[in-house]
């Protein structure tokens, strides 16, 4: 009966997950063919990027100084998405979902600014 | 020394009880002590004489003597502790007149008529978790009843190590400026007038606020240069960077000397080199920068350092700056000296031995005026004649980490 149960709440979770699917969310690994940024001199070195609908940037942090990737909340954001900070040569992938303009900063250096913009 | 406790509300009613109202009130606002007698002696002869005649106490709540341009606003930030105070300190007569609380590293104000002070400030509701509030707080310098309190939307305030120019009054002392670093730089309008939050006007990387006019105000930005930024009507605001006027690896203080009155703006480097710019016009003039120690005293490790390094006389155009030998990187260690300079010429009028370390120097602005040197690890007030280089009273008992000296120049 419990696997039962199991089974249909597997069968449910990718419609209601695709239904609920956050705008933008962070990915554990970075898939081959994703936008990439690279954080060097406290800046991000592409402050703007152009991507697609269900593609990922990822980010990756290349000098001593930690820096993160902080999305402030608009184009469909409710909440802050405060990224975790990366040390050197650590990376940090989101997928964005839904077309819009993604800004964001780093937290401990808010003049440090980027854009994602989904199309 | 004398314990130059008088706090205001429930600690000023009990002392008042303690002595006799009658007594006390002509002990506040009598001069200072004589030499040989110090204010507590005085206050038990007053007592004593009070009982002898037969009188009874009649507790009441004092007001502060009326506010002159030695009005002293000592400000402890407590080495960051969620709650903290502020003593107001009578320069005269070297006594703490009255005591404000707050919140978690509050930024004072002082009105430059004296009319009023205040703070921006911020509590929790549960000491230092639970909901955020921040707020501003005005006082009466009188009776330090608060006339105001605006709470700020959003908790926008910078928590920092209080530095005094991250909140400023407009000249007309209407409306108050405060800076907000995170999620982006941006200073917050408050319309003391009204008595309610503006709005916040976003500008580029810069820090620090130093208002000229009633609708403009200075700020020094990552580049090196000093931003302008007219406040428009209806929100139209219009920002305007100066030229670059100093190099990337000269760092300039956190706590520059800045007059409203005649628009100066002093900003010492970490190796003495000092800054100038006159904003009296509403454009930045940049001044000839000085060097506050030669090239000899440099190599023997000659350096500013403390917390409010600096401090300008406006009337006789003189600089007060804390230095010390020190290693390289010890900026925020406490200065046994403080250096005189003419702002003018850059010429060194006196060197001043405190023998003491002192972090913080402040100097009334009137025209004989007292040099004030806190320090914050014996949580002292040293006030001096800047003439004579002498010390000539103190207030001990400030708090546990006192470190902002605030004075009107009126």
């Not at chain 2, 109202?21 to 206050?43: C, D, I, R, V, Y």
């Amino acid at each position: 009966m419990r696997s039962l149960i199991l089974a249909a709440a597997l069968a449910v979770a990718p419609v209601g997950a695709a239904l609920a699917a956050d705008p933008i969310e962070v990915v554990s690994e970075a898939p081959s063919g994703g936008a990439e940024v690279k954080i060097a001199k406290m800046k991000f070195q592409t402050p703007e990027v152009k991507v697609k609908a269900g593609e990922t940037v990822t980010w990756t942090n290349t000098e001593a100084l930690p820096h993160n990737v902080h999305f402030k909340p608009g184009a469909g954001l409710e909440k802050d998405l405060e990224g975790p900070m990366l040390r050197a040569n650590q990376t940090f992938t989101v997928k964005f979902n839904t077309a819009g303009t993604y800004n964001y900063i780093c937290t401990p250096h808010p003049f440090m600014t980027g854009k994602v913009v989904v199309e | 020394m004398t314990h130059a406790h008088t706090p205001a509300r429930p600690m000023l009613r009990m002392s008042a009880a303690l002595l006799g109202s009658a007594a006390f009130a002509a002990l506040l606002a009598a001069g200072p002590a004589a030499a040989a007698e110090t204010h507590g002696q005085a206050g038990a002869k007053a007592a004593a004489a009070h009982l002898a005649a037969g009188k009874e106490d009649d507790p009441v709540v004092l007001e502060a003597p009326a506010i002159n341009p030695r009005r002293v606003y000592v400000n402890d930030p407590a080495h960051f502790a969620s709650l903290t105070q502020q003593y107001v300190i009578d320069g005269d007569t070297a006594r703490v007149v009255g005591m404000t609380d707050s919140g978690f590293l509050p930024n004072p104000v002082v009105a430059s008529d004296g009319s009023f002070f205040g703070q921006v400030s911020t509590t929790f509701e549960r000491i230092s978790r639970g909901k955020r509030t921040d707020y501003i707080e005005i006082f009466d310098p009188k009776t330090y009843k608060p006339t105001a309190d605006i709470e700020l939307p959003n908790a926008p305030r910078f928590l920092v190590g209080t530095y005094p120019w991250m909140t400023a009054l407009t000249p007309n002392n209407k409306t108050l400026l405060f800076y907000q670093f995170s999620p982006s730089p941006a200073v917050g309008v408050v319309d003391l007038a009204s008595k309610k939050f503006s709005r916040t006007i976003s500008v580029p990387d810069c820090y620090h606020v130093f208002p000229v006019t009633d609708q403009t105000f200075f700020m020094h930005c990552r580049d090196g240069s000093l931003l302008k930024v007219a406040m428009g009507a209806d929100g139209k605001d219009e920002t305007a960077k100066t030229e670059v006027f100093r190099k990337e690896n000269e760092y300039l203080i956190n706590h520059p000397a800045y007059s409203p009155k005649n628009g100066r703006l002093v900003w010492p480097t970490y190796t003495g080199k000092i800054f100038q710019a006159d904003l009296s016009s509403g454009e930045a003039k940049f001044l000839p920068a000085i060097e506050a120690f030669t090239d000899e005293e440099k190599k023997a490790g000659w350096a500013p350092g403390g917390w409010q390094q600096v401090a300008y006389h406006r009337g006789s155009d003189r600089i007060f700056l804390l230095g010390d030998q020190r290693a390289q990187w010890k900026h925020k260690a406490p200065s046994r000296f403080v250096f005189v300079i003419d702002a003018k010429t850059g010429k060194r009028v006196k060197k001043i031995e405190f023998g003491r370390d002192i972090d913080s120097v402040g100097v009334s602005q009137d025209a004989k005026p007292q040099l004030y040197a806190l320090s914050t690890g014996e949580k002292t007030l040293f006030i001096y004649d800047p003439e004579t280089g002498k010390e000539t009273a103190a207030v001990n008992q400030l708090g546990h980490g006192p470190q902002v000296i605030t004075t009107a120049d009126m």
